[in-house]
């Protein structure tokens, strides 16, 4: 047998694949903790913002990543969050990452960190990539919020919108989260688990509309692009079994979750984001995402707008992440 067919099967067998709710399977509903409606009214108005007011948001345009940056910032403080900026260097440019923090006391027994990018690739307004996540993140961060002003949870939440993930800046120390979370490992903080949401917004209804890498395309995965995905390396498996548990009890908004080995290397894919950097600091960190390029034509050009969206889909995965939040 040839070296090549071995490593193939080793592949196949460090890969963890599991599904959730099967997409069409019926199930009957329980009902939401969001108002759905408005949730998706408020998803479209951060697209709107992001995307069509703002726009491009690359290193092109620095102006635009500065009034990215105050547009979250002035969300978090219009609901009442503490919020701070994070300002690093990128090659003569400041930039910054956003910090907001929700806390039910001053020594919770869990802190978990949503983190998304909010650049996007030069030349393009990025709606999918990645002011979908950006706006998920906002609306996780109103709906917990008031989730713990009516209910008591023993843990704290950081949402950090990082200021650089698109190139020239990624696979660089110029990344947002590789800042941040090389700052969180020198100062010892405490993080249960790291949630990142990277491009959450693209659905594809049509048979083998959703594609996959070589590995993948053998494990049984869904044909269509309604679902979300969930990735995780072997020491985040607990935590995005967690997730997934949570995930599952949403009928609304079937879920796939895959686990790779080495930190994802042996699919360099599955590290393009902003996961990856807390992976390379010993966190437990999952990917959250529609799956980007092997489902969304759109990815990296000027038609990723927001009229490409399904804006429904984001307003079940704020759902489901809060889901996650109250069972903590």
């Not at 099967?22 to 949730?39: F, L, W």
Request: glycine share 6%.
């Amino acid at each position: 047998m040839k070296y090549s067919t071995v490593l193939f099967l080793l592949v196949m067998l460090l890969l963890q694949y599991k599904g959730g709710q099967p997409a069409g399977a019926e199930q009957v509903r329980n009902s939401p903790m969001i108002d759905i409606a408005k949730t998706v009214e408020r998803l479209q108005a951060h697209l709107r913002e992001l995307t069509v007011v703002i726009g491009e948001r690359s290193v092109r345009v620095p102006d635009n990543l500065a009034k990215t940056a105050n547009y979250i910032q002035s969300f978090y403080e219009n609901i009442g969050l503490t919020v701070r900026t994070e300002p690093y260097d990128y090659q003569g440019l400041k930039v910054a990452n956003v910090v907001a923090n929700i806390s039910t006391n001053a020594s919770p027994a869990a802190h978990y960190l949503v983190g998304a990018h909010y650049d996007s690739v030069a030349g393009t307004v990025g709606a999918d990539d990645n002011a979908s996540a950006i706006a998920v993140q906002l609306e996780i961060a109103r709906n917990v919020n008031i989730l713990f002003d009516h209910q008591k949870h023993d843990l704290a939440i950081t949402f950090v919108s990082f200021a650089l993930e698109e190139p020239p800046a990624y696979g660089t120390r110029y990344m947002g989260s590789r800042v941040y979370a090389k700052k969180a490992r020198q100062e010892q903080e405490k993080i249960d688990g790291m949630i990142c949401l990277e491009m959450v917004g693209y659905t594809c209804h049509e048979p083998g509309c959703q594609t996959y890498l070589l590995p993948l395309r053998f494990m049984g995965y869904p044909k269509e692009g309604n679902f979300i995905g969930i990735v995780s390396n072997f020491k985040s498996g607990g935590f995005a079994e967690d997730l997934l548990r949570s995930f599952e009890t949403n009928s609304e908004l079937p879920v796939v979750k895959l686990r790779v080995p080495f930190n994802g290397w042996i699919i360099p894919s599955v590290r393009l984001s902003d996961h990856a950097s807390f992976w390379d600091q010993g966190y437990k960190a999952v990917m959250v995402t529609d799956s980007a390029f092997l489902r969304n034509p759109h990815y990296h050009l000027p038609s990723d707008t927001m009229e490409t969206l399904d804006y429904t889909f984001m307003a079940e995965l704020v759902e489901s992440i809060v889901i996650f939040f109250r069972s903590q």
